[in-house]
């Protein structure tokens, strides 16, 4: 039984890392793509991982499945498209370190992953499914990730997902906020970041959103408030966890460490049912501590921290 199994896209973020002499910016391959970033977040915090989408049959592709097996997330399901590239994200950064993206993809390998791809054995052999948003900008891979949330939710796994919002993706914001939607009432587990509340409830006030939210019947509602930390609603019950401070490298990847560490401690637990406030809240720190020692760094997966960074006290 693997604790977290990821499903969506993996790809190579070209992220900026300063100019050269001439002042010509310079960028690193680093890998990403939500759902990858998660399932290395949550290797690295001890649990155990999967992954399942699609690479081009190219030396990204390799890279990437390279990394993941590096980093022992399980990578049977990660599967190499022999006609289309691995997609690229092109990743600038202003002075504050926060991101601009623009992706090269569509089509492109991870868009391109089937429903018949999707390893019936591994979604009755995972204790959480995880998904994001960008897999259901287009199809085939739409079908594909809801095939996989819908078949593990009736195999008894608990469902974590991210709507991770990026415009670029989507011909206009009311498509984006319809599919966004449309997985909400397969959810135990919600992370959004304070940005994309709006978006998936009509309301930015924090106890307003997660309570339309939780009577979606989503068990566990987490909203990122970057450097101030996060808002939970759980058990009926709502409160903020402080933010960790650090000095910005860049916040590529903090949410999804942050998600990837909260998942790889829940995943310890016996059930969500036994989870208390008391319990949540101290996970929640670690999860902030996590994403803080991403953002200090560069990149997504090489920025993200061991189990003993995180615990070291």
Known sequence: MIDITAVGEILIDLTQNGQNAQGIPQFAANPGGAPANLAVAAARLGASAAFIGKVGADSFGTFLRDTLA??????????????QHTTLAVVALDAQGER?????RDPSADV???KGEIS???????RFLHFGSVSLTSEPARSATLYAAKTAKAQGAIISYDPNYRASLWPEEALAVKRMREPLPLVDVLKVSDEELPLMTGSADLEV??????DLGIRMVLV??????????????TGHVPGVKCQVGDTNGAGDTFFGATLAQLAKLESLDTLTTGQLETILHYANKAASITTSR?????????????FAE
């Open 120 to 126: 019936l054995e591994q979604m009755k052999n995972t």
């Open 70 to 83: 590096a980093n022992h997330v399980d990578v049977s399901g990660l599967v190499t498209d022999p006609v």
């Open 224 to 237: 990122t408030l970057g450097a101030d930390g996060a808002f939970y609603r759980f058990g009926g019950r």
């Open 100 to 104: 601009n993206f623009s992706f090269y």
């Open 298 to 310: 560069h990149g997504a997966i090489p920025a993200m921290p061991t189990y003993g960074e995180v």
């Open 209 to 214: 959103g997660t309570k339309i939210l939780a």
């Open 112 to 114: 391109n992953l089937q």
